[in-house]
């Protein structure tokens, strides 16, 4: 009983972090998080460090939102983190996030077009002088 409360609590401990990890993909909500003070708390800046674990390949391939790694990393930053307490500085970094998903899901699509007309068969061009004559 006491091994599957403790694989319970695991589970627990591990979803929990894992959709926390993935908030700080929003600069919004890091905005909320500095101007409430919870950025310049101790406690919670080592919590912050602590979570680096997630860049870790075993545990970053459950990440849906890998940006959120990058945001972790900046979040280790004194300077960072007091100018999240800006509204315009979170509205920028939203806009920066935007440009680059932009830019990439056309990069994306045109490499997956190129790849897809790559893997068509080749059409051969008409034949030419009498072959269909009679």
Not at 13 to 37: H, I, M, T, W
Not at 102 to 131: C, D, F, V, W
């Amino acid at each position: 009983m006491g091994l599957e409360l403790a694989e319970e609590q695991a589970r627990n401990r591990f979803q929990s972090e894992l959709e926390f990890v993935q908030c700080l993909a929003n600069p919004n909500y890091l905005n909320f998080l500095a101007q409430r003070g919870f950025l310049r708390e101790k406690p919670f800046v080592n919590y912050l460090k602590y979570l680096l674990y997630w860049k870790e390949p075993e545990y970053a391939k459950f990440l849906k939102y890998p940006h959120c790694l990058h945001m972790l990393e900046l979040l280790q930053y004194e300077h960072f983190r007091k100018e999240l307490v800006n509204a315009q500085c979170a509205k920028f970094i939203d806009e920066q996030q935007l440009l680059h998903w932009q830019h990439y899901s056309r990069k994306r699509t045109r490499l997956q077009q190129a790849l897809a007309e790559q893997q068509q068969p080749q059409q051969q061009p008409p034949p030419h002088g009498n072959a269909t004559a009679k």
